[in-house]
C-alpha cells in the first residue's frame, strides 16, 4: 500500500507565526482530512476536502486554519498566528467514498 | 455525553487470550464505523470497517449494533504485536474517534 507523506515531520514556531503543514496524498483518492491530536488526547478531525473545496469542517476549524491544494497535489495546512495550545500532531489522510482513511505519519508541531 | 465513548482500559493480557472492546456512539445519523490501531507516537492505522452483519478479519472480529449504538471488536488468540491503542471511529459526514482503549498483550 503506497504511504501518504507529510513534511515536515516536526516543525517548531514561536507564538504568533505562521505554519504551513505539507501533505502529499496517493493518487486516485478524492477525499482529504486533517486532523489533530495533543498530546496524550484523542484524534480530533479538523476539516475534509472533496473536489477542492471543504466538505465539512469541525468547531476547532475557525478562521485561524485554512487548507489548499495549490497544485493538485500538494494538501497543505495553514495555520496563522499560532498560538501555544496549538503544539499537537498534526495528521492528514485521505479516504475512499465508503470513508475509509489511510493516515500519513504526522508533523509534531510546538509552539514555543 | 461523549461522542464516542470506549472502555477506558488499560488492557493487560497474555499472549493467547480473546480480548473484547466495546464502543458506544451518540450520533444516530452515523453512517460508518471503523476500528483503527494506534502505535505509541504514530499515525492510526485502519484495522477494519464494521458492517451491521457482523465482520471478520483473521482474528478480529467486528459487531454493530444500530439499535443500541454499540460497536464491538473481538481478537482472539491475541499476539505480543496487538498491542496498541484501539480507536472506535464513527462517521457521518466528519470522523469521530473515540479517545482509545490501551492494549497490552504480555509473554
Known amino acids: 500500500e503506497p504511504e501518504v507523506t507529510q513534511t515536515p515531520s516536526h516543525q517548531v514556531t514561536q507564538m504568533g507565526q505562521e505554519v504551513i503543514l505539507r501533505c502529499v496524498p496517493i493518487s486516485n483518492h478524492l477525499y482529504f482530512y486533517w486532523y489533530r491530536q495533543i498530546l496524550g488526547q484523542k484524534v480530533e478531525f479538523l476539516v475534509s476536502?472533496?473536489?477542492?473545496?471543504?466538505?465539512?469542517k469541525s468547531e476547532i476549524f475557525d478562521d485561524q486554519f485554512s487548507v489548499e491544494r495549490p497544485d493538485g497535489s500538494n494538501f497543505t495546512l495553514k495555520i496563522r498566528s499560532t498560538k501555544l495550545e496549538d503544539s499537537a500532531m498534526y495528521f492528514c489522510?485521505?479516504?475512499?467514498?465508503?470513508?475509509?482513511?489511510?493516515f500519513g505519519p504526522g508533523t509534531r508541531l510546538t509552539v514555543t | 455525553r461523549k461522542e464516542v465513548e470506549q472502555d477506558p482500559g488499560p488492557f493487560n493480557v497474555p499472549e493467547g487470550a480473546t480480548v473484547a472492546f466495546n464502543c458506544t456512539y451518540s450520533n444516530s445519523a452515523s453512517q460508518s464505523f471503523f476500528w483503527y490501531r494506534q502505535d505509541c507516537r504514530k499515525e492510526p492505522k485502519l484495522l477494519m470497517s464494521?458492517?451491521?452483519s457482523g465482520n471478520e478479519d483473521g482474528r478480529f472480529t467486528a459487531q454493530l449494533n444500530r439499535a443500541s449504538q454499540y460497536i464491538s471488536l473481538l481478537i482472539r488468540d491475541s499476539k505480543l504485536s496487538d498491542s496498541a491503542t484501539y480507536l472506535c471511529v464513527v462517521s457521518g459526514g466528519d470522523m469521530r474517534f473515540g479517545a482509545g482503549t490501551r492494549l497490552t498483550v504480555k509473554p
Open positions: 476536502f472533496y473536489n477542492n473545496e471543504i466538505s465539512e
Open positions: 489522510a485521505e479516504g475512499t467514498a465508503t470513508y475509509e482513511q489511510y
Open positions: 464494521v458492517y451491521s
